[in-house]
Nanobody, 119 residues
Framework: QLQASGGGLVQAGGSLRLSCAASGTIFRINFMGWYRQAPGKQRELVAVMPSSGNENYADSVKGRFAISRDNAKNTVYLQMNNLNAEDTAAYLC???????????????WGKGTQVTVSS
């Protein structure tokens, strides 16, 4: 289960920090990431962080957003700075989780947390 929090209403230029915690039976979490979906638009990748290696960002958020993980807490964060109206969307966290060593794992999705940026 993934539980996201931290969304809200913010003025343009402001900041928000999203959190998403994984719970339940967890053997290993591979990637953790954030996607967003605005009304009438397709879901898009915002940022993803693998268990090792470099994180990836959508071009539209590079330099403004930063993803991080606390593996001890099975939690991923998204620090969002200099927000603008185009960032308004429901933000969903996702993670590839293995529940056992022999388990190939599967992708889980959390419920979205709404981010609204007023201009």
């Amino acid at each position: 289960q993934l539980q996201a929090s931290g969304g809200g209403l913010v003025q343009a230029g402001g900041s928000l920090r999203l959190s998403c915690a994984a719970s339940g039976t967890i053997f290993r979490i591979n990637f953790m990431g954030w996607y967003r979906q605005a009304p009438g638009k397709q879901r898009e990748l915002v940022a993803v962080m693998p268990s090792s290696g470099n994180e990836n960002y959508a071009d539209s958020v590079k330099g403004r957003f930063a993803i991080s993980r606390d593996n001890a807490k099975n939690t991923v964060y998204l620090q969002m700075n200099n927000l603008n109206a185009e960032d308004t969307a429901a933000y969903l966290c996702s993670a590839h989780i293995k529940t056992r060593s022999i388990d190939p794992g599967m992708v889980y999705w959390g419920k979205g947390t709404q981010v609204t940026v007023s201009s």
